[in-house]
Each structure stands twice: as C-alpha cells, then as structure tokens.
C-alpha cells in the first residue's frame, strides 16, 4: 500500500479546481486533485464543451472547451497530479494533516484540503425505456461533446429544458432531420430562445412533436432505427431516427461529503467567505457548492474563491513562514525547482 504525501488536495476538477491549483502552486504548494469524471473539466468539458462563456474576463467569448485547456495550461507548470474516475471515499485527521482514500484506494496525506466539487457527483435523468443500455454511448447521448458528430443525421431531442432548447438551435444548423419531443407546448427556457425555436420550427429547420413522450426504441445491436413516442392517451407516433438526446436534466449528489460533518445548508456548504474555510478547520470550499449571504454562482467568483482558500491554507502547509503577498506581475511563476515529485511511503 502506497500512501501520497502532498501539500493541498483538491477535490473536483472543473474550472474553479484547476484555477485553485494555479493559485497553490504561486504559493509554492504542490496539489493532487480527485474528480469521479474521467476527465478535467467538470460540467464544462462534460456537459457542453462546445458552448460559448461570455462571462470570463479578457475573453468576450470562448467555448467551455477551451477554456478548460487554458486553465489546464496555466497550472501545468506547478505539475498537478489528476485522479481522476474515483471519488474520496473517506476522510479522516490524523495529527496535524488529514488522510483521504479514493475509491480506487488512492490514498493521499496533506495539510489541507479545498473542495471545488460544484454541486457534487453528478448524472443523467435517464428515461425510464426498456433496454435502453444497449443503446447508450452509441446512438443514445446524454451530453453533446462535437456539434460535428451529428452532421447529416436524424436526430431526436426530448426534454423542455434549457439543455433540450440550446441544443435543439443549436444542432438545426447540422442535422438532416431534428424533432424535438416535449410533453406541453410552454418550454422551460429563456424567452429569446423560445422564440428562436419557433422560428426554426416555421422554417422547418425542425419538427415539433407535442405532445408527445418517449416511448420505446426500435434498432439493432444498439444503433437507433426508430423512436416511438406516445402521447398521454397512448396514441403512438414512430419517428426515423439515427440518434436520440434525451435531456431531463442532471441527478446531482454529494456522496461521502456529506458524511464529513461539514456545515451544510441544502447540499451546499457554509463557509466563511473571507477564507472560504468551512466548519472544519483546513477544509475550505469554493465554487458552486460553497455558500454564504449573497454568494454569486458564477465561474470568476469561483476564481477569486480559489485564490481566498488557497492563501488561507498558506499558513497550514507553511506554518513557519510568513506570507509575503506579491503581484504575480512581481513574483512571476515559480520555477522548475518548485516542482519536485512529492514523498511517496511504501
């Protein structure tokens, strides 16, 4: 059994995680990060890559994409180590430094620990259509990754939701055939993006079908030939489709962090905004599942969170040595020499 010793663990990877190592890493502490997706990212890289921010300072637009691999850019130099596809299992203080497990037994020692975990483990609503698995991952998506993918194709989207809207606008502009399946006429969406959806519809750009919801699934070794939908009474209508999305939103929960005796407030927790510390003195929390009077939840207030935790915990991975604070027009990036390998006991 190997146990990782490192200075600051930081559970989630999305934006707010990887800017949270950037900010580490000016301080000169070195941090491993755990996140149960497979990948960096978060919402972000999951959910919709290929959407545009408007909101992050320097940068009028930019895909969800990219600015994950800016954020990964701008930590590499401080040589983060990623788990990723595992979750913390346990967590426990042991003198001075707490002790996590992951799920796939990775097991880490540190002084602190920030949780950027966004509102926690996250999945798909699936509907509830026999032998959907063997459709799954291959004609049936949950999330959109490459608009591309979908160029030429007979696509189905159901749901009411912003998700189901966007991406219904979004992919009219690629697809051979677009039906968007919903239960009532009144969607659950921005005002501008109802309208664009009717629009689309007069131009036949794509079809309604209301109201109606799915059914079953007809194809073969798991690739769609048909989606039958019905409407409440049991009148079936059978659409052509090569690919169903079905958008019902998101099962979001905290897991084991909720048994961590963190002050929670509705599966968010509490924390003192000035250090974004939490009830449990060097576990800090920041992002969207930390609360407090007021809190915004938007990705650069997660940024500036990142940068109050990572200074709080300073003086816990360095208790002897006085915080100096400095501009990074000043400091710069600490070099090569920071980045030495943590201590691995056997």
């Known amino acids: 059994m190997?146990?990782?010793?490192?200075?600051?663990?930081?559970?989630?990877?999305?934006?707010?995680?990887?800017?949270?190592?950037?900010?580490?890493?000016?301080?000169?502490?070195?941090?491993?990060?755990v996140d149960a997706l497979d990948m960096v990212g978060g919402q972000c890289a999951a959910l919709y890559p290929e959407k545009p921010i408007y909101d992050i300072p320097g940068y009028p637009s930019i895909m969800a994409a990219d600015l994950i691999e800016k954020l990964k850019e701008q930590a590499a130099p401080f040589n983060p180590?990623?788990?990723?596809?595992?979750?913390?299992?346990?967590?426990?203080?042991?003198?001075?430094?707490?002790h996590l497990t992951t799920s796939k037994?990775?097991?880490?020692?540190?002084?602190a620990i920030i949780i950027a975990a966004g509102c926690g483990a996250?999945?798909?609503?699936?509907p509830p259509l026999e032998g959907l698995e063997e459709y799954e991952g291959k004609s049936v998506f949950y999330m959109v990754s490459k608009r591309e993918e979908f160029r030429g194709k007979k696509?189905?989207?159901?749901?009411?939701?912003?998700?189901?809207?966007?991406?219904?606008?979004?992919?009219?502009?690629?697809?051979?055939?677009?039906?968007?399946?919903?239960?009532?006429?009144?969607?659950?969406?921005?005002?501008?993006?109802?309208?664009?959806?009717?629009?689309?519809?007069?131009?036949?750009?794509?079809?309604?079908?209301?109201?109606?919801?799915?059914?079953?699934?007809?194809?073969?070794?798991?690739?769609?030939?048909?989606?039958?939908?019905?409407?409440?009474?049991?009148?079936?209508?059978?659409?052509?489709?090569?690919?169903?999305?079905?958008?019902?939103?998101?099962?979001?929960?905290?897991?084991?962090?909720?048994?961590?005796?963190?002050?929670?407030?509705?599966n968010h927790i509490s924390i003192t905004p000035a250090t974004c510390e939490t009830s449990s003195p060097g576990i800090f929390a920041i992002g969207d599942i930390a609360k407090y009077?007021?809190?915004?939840?938007?990705?650069?207030?997660?940024?500036?969170?990142?940068?109050?935790?990572?200074?709080?915990?300073?003086?816990?991975?360095?208790p002897n040595e006085a915080l100096h604070f400095e501009y990074s027009t000043t400091s710069g990036v600490p070099g090569p020499a920071f980045a030495a390998p943590e201590q691995v006991n056997a």
């Open 2 to 33: 190997q146990s990782i010793q490192t200075d600051i663990v930081i559970i989630g990877a999305g934006p707010v995680g990887l800017f949270a190592v950037f900010e580490a890493g000016m301080l000169k502490m070195r941090a491993h990060v």
């Open 81 to 98: 180590t990623y788990h990723l596809g595992q979750r913390v299992e346990t967590l426990k203080k042991i003198g001075n430094d707490w």
């Open 105 to 111: 037994n990775t097991q880490i020692s540190c002084k």
């Open 122 to 126: 996250f999945g798909p609503n699936r």
């Open 155 to 266: 696509v189905v989207i159901a749901g009411g939701g912003d998700s189901a809207v966007d991406w219904a606008i979004s992919l009219s502009e690629l697809t051979e055939k677009l039906y968007v399946i919903h239960r009532r006429p009144k969607f659950r969406c921005a005002p501008e993006s109802a309208a664009k959806l009717d629009q689309l519809e007069r131009a036949s750009k794509i079809e309604m079908v209301i109201p109606y919801q799915l059914a079953r699934l007809e194809g073969v070794n798991g690739m769609l030939s048909k989606v039958i939908v019905s409407t409440l009474e049991g009148e079936e209508k059978p659409l052509d489709a090569d690919v169903l999305l079905p958008f019902f939103g998101l099962s979001m929960e905290l897991g084991p962090i909720a048994k961590w005796g963190l002050n929670l407030d509705n």
């Open 293 to 318: 009077e007021n809190k915004l939840k938007l990705i650069l207030s997660g940024f500036a969170e990142a940068a109050q935790a990572a200074h709080a915990a300073y003086k816990l991975v360095h």
